[in-house]
């Protein structure tokens, strides 16, 4: 089946420090992809939309300038949190469906950031 | 504004018996998916079943089943025959409008489920 995959599965970063996290779709072309954070025992909160070849769209609330999502190829989507701090530390999970048809969307495992 | 209800935080259940986690949602759109992902500790969130706002027939997947009410917009999951491999956070979710790789998809709150031996 289809997968998504994500780099790294975790990084501990100091504060100030940027940090590049990575989602690839490994067998199918992903027009789109998105971006979830998730606090401890909290549920997924969706940060941004990532289309390839254009802007990323942000859900309300999310600093676009914090977030930095680049959406190069058809099968790569990276989001990288500048100027990390305490408050980031929270798990990073990207997700992507095949195609328009698809009802099933696919996740990557997932990045746990801890920023010291 | 969409909305996914899980009024569930934590449950028990007995290893071999059914379970059915609660899931009310709503929506404006006619045409909509609801989704049930599993998230064990490792973090990974696992597709078990989906349904689509004009399926007809309720979506069945091996022990899961989805118990789509359409009028009372619910779309309870039930796992029969639970294991131990059960434990995990359970999610509900919905795609907004039509069907498209850029609609987005929306999660509840969760259940944590815990299977008791």
């Known amino acids: 089946g289809a997968v998504v995959s994500q780099h790294p599965s975790w990084v501990i970063c100091k504060s100030g420090t940027s940090v590049k996290i990575e989602c690839r779709s490994l067998d199918f072309q992903a027009t789109t992809m998105f971006w979830y954070r998730q606090f401890p025992k909290q549920s997924l909160m969706l940060m941004a939309t990532?289309?390839?070849?254009?802007?990323?769209?942000?859900e309300q609330g999310v600093e676009k300038d914090k977030f930095l999502i680049n959406h190069a190829s058809l099968t790569l989507s990276t989001l990288t949190v500048t100027s990390a701090h305490p408050e980031d530390s929270s798990f990073y999970i990207c997700?992507?469906?095949?195609?328009?048809?698809?009802?099933?969307?696919?996740f990557g495992q997932g990045t746990r950031l801890t920023v010291v | 504004a969409q909305k996914i209800t899980q009024t569930q935080p934590g449950m028990f259940v007995q290893e071999k018996e059914a379970v059915t986690l609660d899931c009310t949602y709503d929506?404006?759109?006619?045409?909509?998916?609801l989704f049930w992902y599993k998230q064990p500790s490792s973090g990974e969130m696992i597709f078990l079943i989906y349904q689509g706002s004009y399926d007809e027939q309720n979506a069945t997947e091996g022990r899961y089943s989805l118990n789509f009410q359409k009028a009372r917009k619910s779309a309870n999951l039930v796992i029969s025959a639970s294991q131990l491999g059960d434990s995990a956070m359970y999610f509900c979710a919905m795609r907004e409008g039509r069907r498209s790789s850029a609609s987005k998809i929306i999660f509840g709150s969760g259940t944590r489920l815990s299977i008791r031996p």
């Open positions: 990532s289309n390839e070849g254009s802007k990323a769209t942000y």
């Open positions: 929506t404006s759109d006619q045409s909509y998916g």
């Open positions: 997700s992507a469906r095949r195609g328009v048809s698809s009802t099933e969307a696919f």
